[in-house]
DNA sequence: CAGAGTATTCAAAGTTCTCTGAAACTTACA
DNA sequence: TGTAAGTTTCAGAGAACTTTGAATACTCTG
């Protein structure tokens, strides 16, 4: 198998890894494809000759991974297309946009502690743990991030020197 | 609105969130009714009643719910039906079992990485940056969550001298 | 070991989600 | 401003997933 084949090959078995995990397959695709292309920027054309789907099918992909952060357009001078990649940095960003849904489950947990008479009923009980493990998350999470950018940054500017 | 109905709106309300991050509509309500419930243990048919659901719909959660851990049975002297309750740690366990998703990721990124002709190509640059932000949070989660473990342990311990 | 009370399984029905293909819309250039 | 290239929208077909309800299997207890 070339290396062209096991890139492809990879990047199917990932999408389907997260299709399982709830993205859409046709989204999911989409990103792999722009993961593990050879190619700096992919046009809608590319990708729905690659993947065979419809051109309706690659703009309800494009639409929500851009939303979420997953997809940028790219300018691309003398070309009539857009051209999409793959961004630097999204899986970090994606990791923060998690602090969203932990902070609900935060503030969910509180509520529910209030109305559940204190810590000391077995609602109360689990409500406290859930509330404390969350917001203890919430309080971790953000920094270690962070650092993680810090880190990368530096390295890949060793890399860089090296050239 | 009374304390016990507020309890069933949260309760509904987590579950539909849960619901639209891709859990199964029942299985989430089954997961968070018992969460929010004032007993300790609900049994199949408290929880046909309290969701209006049918006893096969509950049966399939209550099995999903298991093999993620988060739903334990308790065993009920003197009483023939099972009895179910949400286990003490089971978000720390949800959030490690993440761990398996993380190692893939970092596992993908590797392979891709090594057909992509290292990291100075533009594929390889994105799988180089992939494979090593999900090293790092494989390797940072696992002591963040131990540590949780510990401090609310100690928590809870004083909360029981106390009480 | 018989029988009542529960739990589980499974086919069928219902529901929701996703993709396609065509039409409408937008943009860039002559 | 007209036209051609490209993108987005949307209704409908089809696939995939959920739930139900009845039948089956299990397990205590007398």
Known sequence: MSDNERLRDLAENLALILAQGGMQKAT???????LFSRQETMTAADL??????SSGAVSGAVKQLAQSGLLERVP???SRRDHYR????AWARLMSQQNQLLSTMSEVAEQGLAAADGPS???????????DFYAFMLRELPPLIARWRTDFTA?????????
Chains 1, 2 share one sequence.
Do not use: H, N, Y
């Open 76 to 78: 691309a001078p003398g």
């Open 48 to 53: 729905c000759e690659e993947l065979q789907i």
């Open 86 to 89: 793959f961004p630097d940095g």
């Open 121 to 131: 009923t077995p609602a109360g009980r689990r409500l406290a743990e859930m509330g």
């Open 155 to 163: 390295k890949r500017e060793v890399r860089v020197w090296r050239g």
């Open 28 to 34: 999911a695709r989409v990103m792999t494809s722009l």
